[in-house]
Every structure is written in C-alpha cells, then in structure tokens.
C-alpha cells in the first residue's frame, strides 16, 4: 500500500475540510441569530469563538470546540429570566419569550454532514490503495509474462501458472488489503468515539437547569441519551445562572409595589391639582371679603377653617414630596436635537451609546393606564394624564455612527414594518379619510395620536417628540424617569394632508420642526 503523504489528495480534502467547520459553523450560527432575531447589545452576536482544531496527522481522528455566552442556550429554548424552570407559564402576563432554536438544529445538522464527508472521503482513499496495490503487483506478473515471450519459450503450462497467480493475487488482495484497511478504518472511528447528535431540556427542577445531551458511537452506529448531563445552577449575588421561581415570586411583588408607587404619586397630583384649587378659592375669599373682616365674625371663622384645611393639605403635600424625592434623577448631560438636510440628528448620540447608555422616545400625548388584574379577572382603568409617555421600547429608534435618528416602521401589514427609516412619517400609523355621506366628497383626515385623533386635512398639526438617554440600572423591570441620564431633547414634527385634483385622493407631508 502507498503510504498517506502530503499529496494525497483524499488527505488534503479532508483537511480542508476540518479546518473551515469551526468559520462555517461560527458563520451559520450568526446568521440564524440575525434570521431569529436573537439580538439585543450584540453580545452574543460577537461571542462564538473557535477553539484550536484537535487531530492525527492524517485527519481521521478530530477534536473540534466551540464556544459562545451561556444565555445564548435560554434563547435557543425559551427559558430564561421570566420563566425559569418549573414555572408553565402562569406570570401572571403575556407570556413573551419564545423558542429561537439558532444554535441546536444546525450544530446537529453539520455534525451529521461531517460524519457523512469523512465516510465518504476515508471509503475513497481505500479504494485508491487498493487499487494501487492490485496495479503493482498484477503489472510485475505483466513484467514476467513478457519476459518468457521474448524468450519464445512460452508454453500453456507457464500461462497457466501466470494466470494462477493474478486469481491469487486478487482473492489475497480482497481478503487481508480490504479486512486490513476495514480493521484500521474501525478503529479510526472507535478512537473518535462519540458525537453530539442533540440538545434538549432536561428534568423540571425549581432552581436549577438541566440539559440532556444526545450522542451517536461512529464506529457502531448506536445512539445514547445521557439525561441531566449538563445543570446550570440558579443565580446567586456572587455568580450568575438561571432565576429561581422565588425571583419570579420576588419580581411580580416588586411590580405589585411599583404599581402601588404609582398610585400615590398620583395622589400626590392630584393633591397639587386640590392645592391650587384651594389657593385660587382662598385668595377669592380673602379679596371679597377684605373690607369686611372686621366686622363679619363668621367669614373670619371660615377663613381660619378653610387656612387649617389648606396647612393640612400642604402638610401632606411636603410628607408625599419627601417621599419621592429619591426618585428624582438630576440631570448630567445636556443634549439638543438638530434637522439636517430633513434628518434629525443628536450631536455625540452615538458616543454616549458607546459608553452604555440607552435611547429612549417620548411623545407628549393623553394616555390610559390599567392596574394588574384583580381575583376576577377584571383590569381597572387608571385616571388619564397627559404629559410626556414612553413611545414604544428601546429598539423604537436607532442611532448610526454618524450621529442620525432613524425609527422603527410598526405599521401591522406593512411590507416594511420592523425596518428603519429617517423620515418622520414612521412616528405615526396609518390615515382616516372621512368621507361626507351628502356629498360623497372628503370632509376629513384623521390621524391617531396617543388615545386622541386630529384633523391633518389642509391644517397643520405639530406634534411634540422628545429623546433622552438613560442608564438601565438592571436587565429587567419597567423603565424608570429617576433612569434618564439626559435631559429630554424635544422636536416636533409637522402632519398635513392636501386633497389632490378633484378627487377625494390625498397626499400626506411630514416635515421635522423645532
């Protein structure tokens, strides 16, 4: 047989191969994570890495790694901080998370089709050393026969015996080259052992994660399980892990007082609302009844009641403002929004990404509040406010490197929605266009703006935007404005609506304005 060398073709396949499993898997799993959608910070987008590739001189006998963030798997399953282990689903919430199977499916899939290149490729190279074999050797009985021709001493016994010994040399090639070379090809892949052929989840456990792994011996064909093989352990204060069902317990009493926190920071509106109420009634009072205070005993007894009235409410106004004076974040940088070229841009947006703060739009808008669901099942509403709200989450808009805003398109049934656009005609839903049952003739444009609509038709409309920056404080819970590491950066944009021609058909403008 023809020993393997650095020219053998099967051998160079083969380590070509090898070599760029780790690029293509690394490429593959980055692709399904931007399919997916498993991208957040871009942590995990960045974090598969390939370990050095493990092997004979002849590449038959492999060890190849990888390796990537743990939270990567809690996407690749569905598990994670919201529903962890133990928990079906009863969060007392819409449940958000879904599996993104990125890593499982395809790892298995190319685990497989190495397997299949090195069958074929090892089978190929026994063929050419057998074959090589049975050339040299059949070739030197060649040799011998032309030799006894030349010596025209040629008889049928001599070609008999010729004969003879290629049947031997063939029926001894089939029986020790290829048994040999099948013996060594056994234990190629004995050596290899075995391969993971499966990810999947474990046992419930209330704190901890585990993960049954699947593996095939390639040199038997047989398939194992080994259950709860891999555990990752539950979350402490000094490592992390998965959340236990206590933090979920912990996470829905904390929302519980968060939403209680609100209550009273509503009362205490409402309060001020009283507070000036009572101010403009008490200096009312005390006008009409200025010239008359000497002699009217019973206005000076009103006036004394409705002052203690007015202490009591400023007494409980100060214990309410005391109360949520920690929840007041001073502001440490200032930021302006600029138009250029009907682009809006935020002078150092970028950078102030860059060292970890997060974007956030606003809209200056009415909007309605409901509290969590009570033992029946009902959602009461709270009382509407208007001021600025938090449009949308975080991935509303996106800053590139050149400082410009583009937004998200949410519109439902838009070929487009889930893309970026500069323009800002993506901050708003779709038109209404009224039209008059007398004259069939269009009377009007509506466009929805927080729980109210307006008439864009013919008219401008300014409506009030605004972005600041804040620090996320940690991975998960409700945004805070105590949060906000700048100011509140306020454009408006311009909606108007023109009838074109005749016809009830129309044309929408949506123009930046400061």
Same mark, same amino acid.
């Given at each position: 047989?023809?020993?393997?060398?650095?020219?053998?073709?099967?051998?160079?396949?083969?380590e070509?191969?090898?070599?760029?499993?780790?690029?293509t898997?690394?490429?593959?799993?980055?692709?399904?994570?931007?399919?997916?959608?498993?991208?957040?910070?871009?942590?995990l987008?960045h974090?598969?890495?390939?370990?050095?590739?493990?092997?004979?001189?002849?590449?038959?006998?492999?060890?190849l790694?990888?390796?990537?963030?743990?939270?990567?798997?809690?996407?690749?399953?569905?598990?994670?901080?919201?529903?962890?282990?133990?928990?079906?689903?009863?969060?007392?919430?819409?449940?958000?998370?879904k599996?993104?199977?990125?890593f499982?499916?395809?790892?298995?899939?190319?685990?497989?089709?190495?397997?299949?290149?090195?069958?074929?490729?090892i089978?190929?190279?026994?063929?050419?050393?057998?074959?090589?074999?049975?050339?040299?050797?059949?070739?030197?009985?060649?040799?011998?026969?032309?030799?006894?021709?030349?010596?025209?001493?040629i008889?049928?016994?001599?070609l008999?015996?010729?004969?003879?010994?290629?049947?031997?040399?063939?029926?001894?090639?089939?029986?020790?080259t290829?048994?040999?070379?099948?013996?060594?090809?056994?234990?190629?892949?004995?050596?290899?052992?075995?391969?993971?052929?499966?990810?999947?989840?474990?046992?419930?456990d209330?704190?901890?994660?585990?993960?049954?792994?699947?593996?095939?011996?390639?040199?038997?064909?047989?398939?194992?399980?080994?259950?709860n093989?891999?555990?990752?352990?539950?979350?402490?204060?000094?490592?992390?892990?998965?959340?236990r @069902?206590?933090?979920? /317990?912990? $996470?829905n009493?904390?929302?519980?007082e *968060?939403? #209680?926190? !609100?209550? =009273?920071m509503?009362?205490v509106?409402?309060?001020?609302?009283?507070?000036?109420?009572?101010?403009?009634?008490?200096?009312?009072?005390?006008?009409?009844?200025?010239?008359?205070?000497?002699?009217? @005993?019973?206005?000076? /007894?009103? $006036?004394?009641?409705?002052?203690?009235? *007015?202490? #009591?409410? !400023?007494? =409980?106004?100060?214990?309410?403002?005391?109360?949520?004076?920690?929840?007041?974040?001073?502001?440490?940088?200032?930021?302006?929004?600029?138009?250029?070229?009907?682009?809006?841009?935020?002078?150092? @947006?970028?950078?102030?990404?860059?060292?970890?703060?997060?974007?956030?739009?606003?809209?200056?808008?009415?909007?309605?509040s409901r509290?969590?669901?009570d033992?029946?099942?009902?959602?009461?509403?709270?009382?509407?406010?208007?001021?600025?709200?938090?449009?949308?989450?975080?991935?509303?808009?996106?800053?590139?490197?050149?400082?410009e805003?583009?937004?998200?398109?949410?519109?439902?049934?838009?070929?487009?929605r889930?893309?970026?656009?500069t323009?800002?005609?993506?901050?708003?839903?779709?038109?209404?266009?009224?039209?008059?049952?007398?004259?069939?003739?269009?009377s009007?444009?509506?466009?929805?703006?927080?729980?109210r609509?307006?008439?864009?038709?013919?008219i401008?409309?300014?409506?009030r935007?605004?972005?600041?920056?804040?620090?996320?404080?940690?991975?998960?819970?409700?945004f805070?404005?105590?949060?906000?590491?700048?100011?509140?950066?306020?454009?408006?944009?311009?909606?108007?609506?023109?009838?074109?021609?005749?016809?009830?058909?129309?044309?929408l403008?949506?123009?930046?304005?400061?």
């Amino acid at each position: 047989m023809t020993p393997l060398n650095g020219n053998d073709p099967q051998l160079q396949e083969r380590e070509k191969f090898v070599l760029a499993f780790n690029d293509t898997m690394l490429k593959i799993w980055r692709e399904q994570m931007t399919l997916l959608g498993v991208i957040n910070t871009g942590r995990l987008l960045h974090s598969p890495k390939s370990l050095p590739v493990r092997a004979d001189g002849r590449f038959i006998e492999l060890g190849l790694s990888q390796s990537f963030l743990e939270y990567g798997l809690w996407q690749n399953f569905g598990t994670g901080k919201e529903i962890p282990r133990g928990n079906k689903g009863d969060i007392g919430r819409e449940r958000k998370r879904k599996k993104k199977p990125w890593f499982s499916r395809k790892y298995y899939a190319s685990v497989m089709n190495l397997r299949d290149f090195l069958s074929d490729n090892i089978a190929h190279e026994f063929v050419g050393v057998v074959a090589q074999a049975l050339i040299s050797s059949i070739t030197s009985l060649i040799t011998s026969f032309r030799s006894e021709t030349r010596e025209e001493a040629i008889t049928p016994e001599v070609l008999g015996a010729l004969l003879q010994k290629i049947a031997d040399l063939l029926g001894k090639a089939a029986l020790q080259t290829d048994v040999s070379r099948l013996d060594n090809w056994r234990s190629d892949f004995a050596r290899i052992g075995y391969v993971l052929t499966s990810l999947t989840i474990g046992s419930d456990d209330r704190n901890n994660v585990n993960f049954t792994l699947g593996k095939a011996n390639l040199s038997t064909g047989i398939n194992q399980l080994a259950p709860n093989s891999i555990l990752i352990r539950q979350a402490t204060t000094e490592r992390a892990g998965v959340m236990r @069902a206590q933090q979920v /317990q912990d $996470l829905n009493k904390c929302k519980s007082e *968060l939403s #209680s926190c !609100i209550a =009273s920071m509503n009362k205490v509106q409402e309060a001020l609302v009283n507070f000036q109420k009572a101010t403009q009634s008490l200096s009312l009072r005390i006008s009409k009844n200025n010239n008359e205070i000497g002699n009217n @005993a019973e206005s000076i /007894q009103v $006036l004394q009641s409705d002052l203690k009235s *007015l202490a #009591s409410q !400023i007494k =409980s106004l100060q214990t309410d403002i005391l109360k949520f004076a920690t929840m007041k974040q001073t502001t440490q940088m200032h930021i302006e929004c600029i138009i250029t070229d009907s682009t809006l841009v935020i002078q150092d @947006a970028h950078h102030y990404i860059r060292q970890g703060l997060t974007p956030v739009i606003f809209r200056h808008s009415v909007r309605t509040s409901r509290k969590q669901e009570d033992e029946n099942g009902v959602r009461e509403y709270l009382t509407r406010r208007r001021g600025w709200n938090r449009f949308y989450d975080d991935r509303k808009i996106s800053v590139n490197s050149g400082d410009e805003i583009s937004f998200r398109l949410d519109n439902e049934g838009d070929p487009n929605r889930g893309k970026y656009f500069t323009q800002p005609n993506a901050l708003f839903r779709e038109c209404r266009a009224i039209i008059d049952p007398n004259t069939q003739r269009l009377s009007e444009v509506r466009i929805d703006f927080g729980k109210r609509s307006y008439n864009i038709l013919c008219i401008n409309r300014h409506f009030r935007f605004a972005i600041g920056f804040y620090k996320k404080s940690k991975d998960y819970g409700p945004f805070q404005f105590s949060e906000l590491r700048t100011n509140l950066a306020e454009f408006r944009v311009i909606a108007r609506a023109d009838r074109v021609d005749s016809s009830n058909n129309y044309e929408l403008t949506f123009i930046f304005s400061m």
